[in-house]
């Protein structure tokens, strides 16, 4: 049924969003400089907005209420990637899943900016300008410190080669694939997958960092249908700390 | 009996709490106003950013704004179904930022390319020698440039 396929999407959009926004503000007063610090504490906040258009618009199809939603799975429920779930390391990794993130994010924001369930494609419309300053953002810094002292590209170099395989798995394909690109939904995760590469190809390129070969690595898969990394659990227990002690609490 | 023009002049009171210049339909986030023939009134909304923690606050400033103007029936829906952008912003809107010491979004035409969201004049010195430090600033809406004519810092409500 198409309105299941289409739930089982916005779920992942709306988790993946959540949890990296969790992730960011782990960086707000722990930033390597100021500008840093406001940059990934910004992007959690846009992150936690977006997650909460689509939750909203999975209510209206009758999920549960956003905050009930956010708050109240266990880690199995969660259909996000593992990409965004892991720890947020030295900033370099930070950077590179955030380089790697954002531009997977905004093409799949353009291809539902133009997707026939009108609801959906305004939302990412509207989202899709927001994302572009991640974009931006992201593909600043990497051309900077892609490009700068043998310690950042090594660095760099490294938290690339250990992402990668987690990033792939953004585009794991759902089980609803086919039917989604049937109903005009959006272009599928395999079209998303090589716009993908083409762009971040296209900046990686103006650095002294190395794609490796694509062909040769095992994308890391299973977090679309529940299978997480042990760091999933407590990032859900932080969050939700003030929420189960009290759920009519406001902070 | 109201009209949606007063409604609309009610909402002037409403000021955007992290730019308090700015009134609510100078910002461009008042989508629609209805009066029914029964006098009920729906005031559509759209935030400007989809995270700004402000919007909650707007809400709750219009619904407070028509009850003391005794408007008893009334709803104020938040959706995108006219998702804001920064050409939304009105001309006195403009003014009131430059007055304010923030650079209004340059206005644009078709699809936002890369020049404009690093564009900037400088409120204090107008100079357009400036550029982007980051695309962040104090609030989602901001983002910080520097000008290479005066030296100082400014920031710029964002183009989107």
Known sequence: MLENAIKDLLYKIADDQLILGHRNSEWTGFGPMLEEDIAFSSMAQDKLGHSLAFYTLLHQMGEGDPDTVAFMRNADQFHNSQLVELPIGEYDFSLIRHFLYDNAEILRFESLSQSTNEEIAKIATKLKGEVRYHVLHANTLVKQLGSATQESISRLQQSLEYALPFALGIFEPSKHEQELIDAGIYSGEAALQNQWLERISAVLEKTHLKLPEIANLQPVYGGRYGQHTEHLQPLLDEMAEVFKIDPTAEW | ?160
């Open chain 2, 1 to 160: 009996m109201l009209t949606p023009e007063h409604i609309r002049d009610f909402l002037d009171e409403v000021k955007d709490p992290e730019i308090p210049v700015l009134s609510l339909n100078d910002l461009g986030v008042i989508t629609g106003i209805e009066v029914a023939e029964d006098g009920f009134v729906t005031v559509r909304m759209t935030p400007t950013f989809a995270g700004c923690p402000a919007m909650e606050y707007m809400r709750a400033e219009v619904e407070q704004s028509l009850k003391r103007h005794g408007v008893q029936a009334f709803t104020v829906q938040m959706s995108f179904s006219e998702p804001w952008n920064s050409n939304k912003i009105s001309e006195k809107g403009r003014k009131a930022l430059k007055e304010f010491g923030l650079a209004p979004p340059q206005p644009y035409q078709g699809i936002l390319v890369l020049d404009i969201l690093e564009y900037a004049e400088c409120p204090n010195c107008h100079s357009t020698n400036t550029e982007m430090r980051t695309p962040f600033g104090p609030t989602l809406c901001r983002s910080m440039h520097f000008c290479l004519n005066c030296r100082q810092l400014f920031e710029q409500f964002k183009p989107l």
